[in-house]
């Protein structure tokens, strides 16, 4: 039996491609054991899944000014020893790393055990972490054609994101009636990210009267984020996060509005869904869900709203554009050939696993 050691963590888009490679992997009877964070979100994603996990210490490499920069190299070492120790004990065939800080330590640890390393990386350009694993990786497979500017030739291969195999299996009918909407209006499904998003959230409660007259609208907002005022309001429902169901969501939208944060807009590009992206803005981020709506946008798939320019007036226009222009957009997204990521990704684990 094969033997493969998945980590990655910190945030759900450094765990959700791991869990859409599970099914596959077990049904080529791999051993899979995952290493993560001791408490982060993927801890009870992978749990829930029912794969053996293991937590490891972990610190924040970051790029400024901020006291734990003294303290978490030491967190660092301690995770590193951690994996070194976990690498020994299950002596996988290969490793496959989503990224994220705890993914550091272990790719390092498989590299000194002379385990063959696949990296994954989401956004348009490499992160502090996936920068630091490259050199050991074997692979390293990512979602944009303009990515593979940004890594070793020999190691660049476009896979896009795996992709739940639940996520494509959603019912239009289910999703209206888990939230109470009728089939009679067009459904636009708002998505600010697994925290939500205030920006987002704010500018779709302010034109909601408007957009009412036209849409029904599902939102999911983030925890700590609904609006007591709107609960009951005909034609709106909110919800703070959307697990299992979120697949029926998905196939009852007619258009969504989301960020742009990797993951989310490679499933929405294999939903083959009419869209918004609204990506962070760059004083808030190192900028790479910017890059990743405009990939997007260039390849014809999307409509991008950048947060700077976000208006009521601005999101209205958006909205009617996107929407009256659905199905220009869905015969460019049919046309994308990124559309088996789990296969792709898979080939390539084996590959390695078997030599």
Do not use: W
Request: proline share 5%; aromatic share 8%.
């Amino acid at each position: 039996m094969k033997k493969i050691i998945l980590t990655g963590g910190g945030t759900a888009g450094h765990v959700t491609p791991n869990l859409a490679l599970l099914p596959t992997l077990q049904e080529r009877g791999y051993e899979i054991h995952y290493i993560g964070t001791y408490n982060g979100i993927e801890r009870k994603l992978i749990e829930g899944a029912g794969i053996p996990y293991d937590g490891i210490s972990s610190g924040k490499l970051r790029r400024y000014f901020d006291l734990k920069n003294f303290t978490d190299p030491f967190r660092v070492l301690k995770g590193y020893g951690q994996a070194l120790r976990l690498m020994k004990k299950y002596r996988p065939d290969v490793v496959f790393s989503k990224g994220g800080f705890v993914a550091v330590p272990v790719v390092l640890a498989a590299k000194h055990y002379k385990v063959p390393t696949i990296i994954h990386e989401s956004d348009m350009t490499p992160g502090l972490a996936n920068k630091i694993c490259i050199p050991s990786a074997a692979k390293v497979c990512c979602n944009f054609p303009e990515t593979l500017s940004y890594l070793p030739a020999e190691k660049a291969v476009l896979t896009g994101s795996p992709i739940r195999r639940e996520l494509l299996e959603g019912d239009r009918l289910t999703g209206l009636q888990y939230t109470g909407l009728s089939a009679i209006k067009p459904v636009i499904l708002v998505i600010g990210g697994s925290l939500g998003s205030v920006a987002v959230n704010k500018a779709v409660r302010s034109i909601l009267p408007k957009l009412l007259d036209t849409y029904q609208v599902i939102h999911i907002c983030g925890k700590g984020n609904l609006d007591e005022s709107l609960i009951g309001r005909e034609g709106y429902v909110q919800y703070e996060y959307v697990d299992a169901p979120l697949r029926h969501l998905f196939a009852a939208a007619d258009l969504i509005v989301s960020r742009a944060g990797a993951n989310s807009i490679c499933e929405i590009l294999a939903l083959r869904k009419p869209h918004i992206l609204i990506p962070l803005s760059a004083a808030a981020s190192r900028g790479d869900q910017i890059l990743n709506a405009h990939s997007f946008e260039k390849q014809g798939f999307s409509t991008v709203l950048e947060e700077e320019n976000l208006t009521d007036e601005t999101l209205l226009q958006a909205v009617e554009h996107t929407y009256q222009n659905r199905q220009k957009f869905i015969d460019a997204m049919n046309q994308s050939t990124l559309s088996d990521a789990v296969g792709t990704v898979i080939n390539l684990i084996a590959d390695y696993a078997e030599h």
